[in-house]
């Protein structure tokens, strides 16, 4: 049973950094996609990040382009979202996820960690 613990999350002034971690646990990863999400209060979860974890294929959401940068450590079994730069718009429940690569949607998430983003 895959198992997915986030943690990172905080309280950062506007243009401060943070760095999300999420553990994954409960099979081998190498044909998963992993991914964060986030969503802010009255609005719907949105894709930020997503990496494939053999290769390391990366792809971000235009609003966090440039800003953020999600990685993984094979030796974690681990994957991690660096944010700089962050703004108040950023404020939200952020959530790892994890699909096999030929699935269309995410089957396994994690509990979200909060990361608010003052101004």
């Known amino acids: 049973q895959v198992q997915l613990v986030e943690s990172g999350g905080g309280l950062v002034q506007t243009g401060g950094s943070l760095r999300l971690s999420c553990a994954a646990s409960?099979?081998?990863?190498?044909?998963?996609?992993m991914a964060w999400f986030r969503q802010a209060p009255g609005k719907e979860r949105e894709f930020v990040a997503r990496?494939?974890?053999?290769?390391?294929?990366?792809y971000y959401a235009d609003s966090v382009k440039g800003r953020f940068t999600i990685s993984r450590d094979n030796t974690k079994n681990t994957v991690y979202l660096q944010m700089n730069s962050l703004k108040p718009e950023d404020t939200a429940v952020y959530y790892c996820?994890?699909?096999?690569?030929?699935?269309?949607?995410?089957?396994?998430w994690g509990q979200g960690t909060q990361v608010t983003v003052s101004s």
């Open positions: 996820a994890a699909r096999v690569v030929t699935a269309s949607t995410y089957q396994n």
């Open positions: 409960g099979r081998t990863f190498s044909n998963y996609a």
């Open positions: 990496i494939i974890w053999s290769g390391g294929n990366t």
